[in-house]
Every structure is written in structure tokens, then in C-alpha cells.
């Protein structure tokens, strides 16, 4: 069937078969199928949604469009993904504590997806780091650190990589069933044992509210079932910037600071204790998910994660003593602002979105898919909502390439940041799907 035809019949709403999505998805491999047809097909998903043996089948082609590793006896291989947020570098820091704990690391990341930043990015910073080496590699790296960030290779799910980065322009992200297949393909490709999503709920994250963070969350645990991978999700929240960052160089030196004890912002530091725990029970290195957070603990207390981060960035190519200057090899903006509150009060909310797509405008994002992301700007020394503040308090600093587009980001955290009398403070983890 022509590419079209296929296209025409999920956009007048029919069911797609297996065999429908399985030539599409051949030919968004092969390249016969092009970007505008891609963008279409999304598009007409994300309109008329999918019925649960749709999404399977997606999955299912997505994952064998490439390589699908096998580990064999060696594990627990284990691995997290995000929905994505802002300000989420929990990667950063989940995988070498996994690793420290004794689970296997080969963690597949993406980069930015529309206003929310991508873990791929975010190691990209780090001058010399080999973020999509191939296979063999990866597995070498695995088995003698622990763990491994990188992108998709061109082996490992090839058709998400082009349907992955028409998403992001095309304002086709936020999809159930294109978010399943992307993630899912990814993962079972890379051959895993065990599986934690972190589904983000709020203002900055792709799904708002409760009921589609967790219609979200039992789908991809539901698919990933029958698919064989042993899933768990835990809802956590999005409702402000996750940690003190965005950006991509200086969510990195907020990850380096974590990980040596620097600094561990209170919100970050237990969602991520959260999903390192939820791995290892799904790992069978920990038996309850209270005993494997508290392994976490151990882990960043004693080194051995900072050791194991070191390691990964040198066994990739990077600097071999980037854990102790980091910013000695990390890009930085020309000019830094302080944004500063204008009343005092308690600071009330964040529209973490509008924050994400300040970090898009400021060129630590994409607006289209060949655009080149300048890793030293961004945004850092965020406060948590519920923070007092006086008149005149830096509540942000913004890192810019001129002193215009500093002022246009500060109007739009003006916008973005509320300040009030008082504050609702939210849980950070909503709810857990096992």
C-alpha cells in the first residue's frame, strides 16, 4: 500500500493492521517514506489516537527497524526514562548510582523534545564524549563501568530517529501512542531486564493532569508486559523546574554537584532516590523500593557513583578529570542577568513550560531539526515554589549570548513566575503504577 493510502486511512479514523504500520515503518527506515509523509502519519495519530493492538504493532515495528541486543546472563540490565520536563537531569546522576549498586546501565536517551531537554543534549556539552558510539562499544562500556549515556546509534531503533525529530517541530508530541512506541522501541531494542518510567504530571510536563499522566503510565506498562520487559512507572511532578537548572551545560554542573555532594537540591535528590530504587527492585538488587533508595544513598555517600560518572565520561571519550573542573570544559555564556522579584511574598507557581520554551529561545533548543543547540545558555539558581522572598531577590540568573535576548528571557520569566501571599505545595511522587 502507498505511503498516502496508509496515512488516508488513520486519518478518516480507520484501525490501521499490523501489516499497514509494519510497511510504513519499513519505509520510514528505507527513506521511501519521506518527512512530510512522516509528519502527516503523526499528525493523524495524534488526532485519532490508536487502539491498544495499533500501538503494539507500532512498537513492535519501531524496535526490530534495527538491532535488538541481547545481554545473554550478564545483568541486571536495567534502565529509566523520563516523559521529560524541565530541568530533568536525573539521568545524569540515576545511571552511574544503578551502577554503583551493582545493575548494568545501557541507557538509550533523545534529545530535546519541544520545550522539554533532552538527556542526549546534556552529555553532548561535555567536549569529547562519544554520545552514539557503536554497539560493541556500548556493550563494552557497559560491562566494564556499569553503565553508558548515549543516543540511538543508526542500529538501534532507526525509525524512531526520524519520527522522533519530526515531532518535535510538528507539534505532535504530546501522543499517547507515539510516546509508547518511541520510548518502548528504544528500550527493548537495547535488550533491558527491567524497566522504571518517570511519568512527569503538570505545568511543564506533556501530560498535565493526573488522568492522562497515568493513562499514560499504565499503557506503557501494559505494552511493555506483553512485550516481555518487567515495567514499573512513578508519577512524579512537574509543576516548576526540577532541580536549580535548565539548560544543558549548567544542568550538567548541577548534575557534578549532586553527584559529589556539592550541593543536592532537596526535590531532585528524592525523585531521584525514588526511581534508582524502583530499579533496583525491579533488578532483584534490592527488595523493597525503601531498601533501594536508601542504597542510593550509600552509593553517592560512599563515591562510588561520582567514580562511576568519571569513568563513564572518560570510557566515552570525554575529559578524564571532568568530575573535579567541570567548567573548565563546559561552554558558557557571554553575559549572565539576575532576574529579580518585584514584590515580596512567597514565591505561589511556575508555568515550567513557558520556562522550557524561554530555554528553546534563548538557543539551548531546537525550533527545527537541523538547528545547532548552544550549550552554555540557560536559566539556574531557580527557588522551589513555597520559597519566601523580598522585593528585589534574585529568584533566577539567565545565561545569554547578548544582553537583548537576557532581558527578553526576563520578561518572560516575569510572566512565567508567580509571586503571591501564599503557596500550594504538591507532592513530588503522585502515584505508582507496578
Given at each position: 500500500?502507498?505511503?498516502?493510502?496508509?496515512?488516508?486511512?488513520?486519518?478518516?479514523?480507520?484501525?490501521?493492521?499490523?501489516?499497514?504500520?509494519?510497511?510504513?515503518?519499513?519505509?520510514?527506515?528505507?527513506?521511501?517514506?519521506?518527512?512530510?509523509?512522516?509528519?502527516?502519519?503523526?499528525?493523524?495519530?495524534?488526532?485519532?489516537?490508536?487502539?491498544?493492538?495499533?500501538?503494539?504493532?507500532?512498537?513492535?515495528?519501531?524496535?526490530?527497524?534495527?538491532?535488538?541486543?541481547?545481554?545473554?546472563?550478564?545483568?541486571?540490565?536495567?534502565?529509566?526514562?523520563?516523559?521529560?520536563?524541565?530541568?530533568?537531569?536525573?539521568?545524569?546522576?540515576?545511571?552511574?548510582?544503578?551502577?554503583?549498586?551493582?545493575?548494568?546501565?545501557?541507557?538509550?536517551?533523545?534529545?530535546?523534545?519541544?520545550?522539554?531537554?533532552?538527556?542526549?543534549?546534556?552529555?553532548?556539552?561535555?567536549?569529547?564524549?562519544?554520545?552514539?558510539?557503536?554497539?560493541?562499544?556500548?556493550?563494552?562500556?557497559?560491562?566494564?563501568?556499569?553503565?553508558?549515556?548515549?543516543?540511538?546509534?543508526?542500529?538501534?531503533?532507526?525509525?524512531?530517529?526520524?519520527?522522533?525529530?519530526?515531532?518535535?517541530?510538528?507539534?505532535?508530541?504530546?501522543?499517547?501512542?507515539?510516546?509508547?512506541?518511541?520510548?518502548?522501541?528504544?528500550?527493548?531494542?537495547?535488550?533491558?531486564?527491567?524497566?522504571v518510567m518517570d511519568v512527569k504530571l503538570g505545568t511543564g510536563a506533556f501530560m498535565e493532569n493526573l488522568k492522562d499522566a497515568t493513562?499514560?503510565?499504565?499503557?506503557?506498562?501494559?505494552?511493555?508486559?506483553?512485550?516481555?520487559?518487567?515495567?514499573?512507572?512513578?508519577?512524579?511532578?512537574?509543576?516548576?523546574?526540577?532541580?536549580?537548572?535548565?539548560?544543558?551545560?549548567?544542568?550538567?554542573?548541577?548534575?557534578?554537584?549532586?553527584?559529589t555532594g556539592k550541593h543536592r537540591e532537596h526535590r531532585l535528590h528524592e525523585i531521584?532516590?525514588?526511581?534508582?530504587?524502583?530499579?533496583?527492585?525491579?533488578?532483584?538488587?534490592?527488595?523493597?523500593?525503601?531498601?533501594?533508595?536508601?542504597?542510593?544513598?550509600?552509593?553517592?555517600?560512599?563515591?562510588?557513583?561520582?567514580?562511576?560518572?568519571?569513568?563513564?565520561?572518560?570510557?566515552?571519550?570525554?575529559?578524564?578529570?571532568?568530575?573535579?573542573?567541570?567548567?573548565?570544559?563546559?561552554?558558557?555564556?557571554?553575559?549572565?542577568?539576575?532576574?529579580?522579584?518585584?514584590?515580596?511574598?512567597?514565591?505561589?507557581?511556575?508555568?515550567?513550560?513557558?520556562?522550557?520554551?524561554?530555554?528553546?529561545?534563548?538557543?539551548?533548543?531546537?525550533?527545527?531539526?537541523?538547528?545547532?543547540?548552544?550549550?552554555?545558555?540557560?536559566?539556574?539558581?531557580?527557588?522551589?515554589?513555597?520559597?519566601?522572598?523580598?522585593?528585589?531577590?534574585?529568584?533566577?540568573?539567565?545565561?545569554?549570548?547578548?544582553?537583548?535576548?537576557?532581558?527578553?528571557?526576563?520578561?518572560?520569566?516575569?510572566?512565567?513566575?508567580?509571586?503571591?501571599?501564599?503557596?500550594?505545595?504538591?507532592?513530588?511522587?503522585?502515584?505508582?503504577?507496578?
Amino acid at each position: 500500500m502507498l505511503p498516502q493510502e496508509i496515512i488516508r486511512k488513520k486519518r478518516d479514523g480507520f484501525t490501521l493492521t499490523e501489516a499497514d504500520i509494519a510497511e510504513f515503518i519499513q519505509g520510514v527506515t528505507a527513506g521511501s517514506v519521506t518527512e512530510a509523509q512522516i509528519s502527516a502519519f503523526t499528525m493523524a495519530v495524534f488526532f485519532r489516537g490508536m487502539e491498544f493492538p495499533e500501538r503494539v504493532a507500532l512498537t513492535r515495528a519501531m524496535t526490530h527497524s534495527g538491532t535488538v541486543l541481547d545481554w545473554g546472563d550478564f545483568g541486571p540490565v536495567l534502565d529509566k526514562h523520563s516523559t521529560g520536563g524541565v530541568g530533568d537531569k536525573v539521568s545524569l546522576m540515576l545511571a552511574p548510582m544503578v551502577a554503583a549498586c551493582g545493575g548494568y546501565v545501557p541507557m538509550i536517551s533523545g534529545r530535546g523534545l519541544g520545550h522539554t531537554g533532552g538527556t542526549l543534549d546534556k552529555m553532548g556539552a561535555i567536549p569529547g564524549y562519544n554520545a552514539t558510539p557503536g554497539l560493541d562499544t556500548l556493550r563494552d562500556v557497559v560491562k566494564q563501568v556499569g553503565c553508558a549515556i548515549i543516543g540511538q546509534t543508526k542500529d538501534l531503533a532507526p525509525a524512531d530517529q526520524r519520527i522522533y525529530a519530526v515531532r518535535d517541530v510538528t507539534a505532535t508530541v504530546e501522543s499517547i501512542p507515539l510516546i509508547c512506541a518511541s520510548i518502548l522501541s528504544k528500550k527493548i531494542a537495547a535488550g533491558l531486564q527491567g524497566l522504571v518510567m518517570d511519568v512527569k504530571l503538570g505545568t511543564g510536563a506533556f501530560m498535565e493532569n493526573l488522568k492522562d499522566a497515568t493513562d499514560l503510565a499504565e499503557t506503557i506498562v501494559k505494552i511493555a508486559k506483553g512485550a516481555g520487559l518487567p515495567t514499573a512507572a512513578i508519577l512524579t511532578d512537574m509543576n516548576e523546574v526540577l532541580g536549580l537548572t535548565a539548560g544543558n551545560a549548567i544542568e550538567v554542573i548541577e548534575s557534578v554537584d549532586y553527584l559529589t555532594g556539592k550541593h543536592r537540591e532537596h526535590r531532585l535528590h528524592e525523585i531521584t532516590k525514588a526511581l534508582v530504587g524502583q530499579m533496583l527492585v525491579l533488578g532483584g538488587l534490592a527488595k523493597t523500593a525503601e531498601e533501594g533508595a536508601a542504597k542510593a544513598q550509600d552509593s553517592l555517600d560512599s563515591g562510588k557513583a561520582a567514580a562511576k560518572f568519571e569513568e563513564m565520561v572518560a570510557a566515552l571519550g570525554g575529559p578524564s578529570d571532568f568530575l573535579k573542573n567541570p567548567e573548565r570544559y563546559l561552554a558558557k555564556a557571554p553575559v549572565t542577568v539576575a532576574f529579580k522579584a518585584d514584590r515580596s511574598g512567597v514565591i505561589a507557581a511556575e508555568k515550567a513550560r513557558a520556562i522550557g520554551l524561554i530555554v528553546v529561545d534563548l538557543g539551548g533548543g531546537r525550533r527545527k531539526t537541523t538547528d545547532i543547540v548552544d550549550m552554555g545558555v540557560g536559566l539556574s539558581g531557580f527557588l522551589p515554589i513555597g520559597t519566601k522572598v523580598q522585593a528585589g531577590d534574585t529568584l533566577a540568573l539567565i545565561h545569554a549570548n547578548s544582553e537583548a535576548e537576557a532581558a527578553k528571557a526576563a520578561a518572560g520569566l516575569a510572566e512565567a513566575i508567580t509571586i503571591a501571599d501564599t503557596a500550594e505545595l504538591r507532592p513530588l511522587v503522585h502515584a505508582r503504577v507496578l
